[in-house]
């Protein structure tokens, strides 16, 4: 069984920081692309950020320049570090990974439960 666990999440005021961070256990051979998904109150899920195996990363335009996706394939883990935050940026956030759980099985895509964040005004 494979399961991603976030953490760092939290209440936090307008400017300040915040960073999560989800971590994959279980069976797991390779990960390809990790990344941040977010949702809230009435929207839709969006992408916020990925990054590959090799570290490249993608943002959302919306949090360029002020989040930073990275991973450490040592520990199956990436974080988002998510500094100048905005109310706007209020949202559950959710990990993803495109991962194998053996050689011969295909990539497959897995969420961890989500952690809210809560930026005050």
């Known amino acids: 069984q494979v399961q991603l666990v976030e953490s760092g999440g939290g209440l936090v005021q307008a400017g300040g920081s915040l960073r999560l961070s989800c971590a994959a256990s279980?069976?797991?051979?390779?990960?390809?692309?990790m990344g941040w998904y977010r949702q809230a109150p009435g929207k839709q899920r969006e992408l916020v950020a990925t990054v590959t195996s090799g570290g490249i990363p993608n943002y959302a335009d919306s949090v360029k320049g002020r989040f930073t996706i990275s991973r450490d394939n040592t520990k199956n883990t990436v974080y988002l570090q998510m500094n100048i935050l905005k109310p706007e940026d209020t949202a559950v956030y959710y990990c993803?990974?495109?991962?194998?759980?053996?050689?011969?099985?295909?990539?497959?895509?897995?969420w961890g439960q989500g952690t809210q964040v809560t930026v005050s005004s």
């Open positions: 993803n990974a495109d991962l194998k759980v053996t050689i011969i099985r295909p990539y497959e895509n897995y």
């Open positions: 279980g069976t797991i051979f390779r990960i390809a692309v």
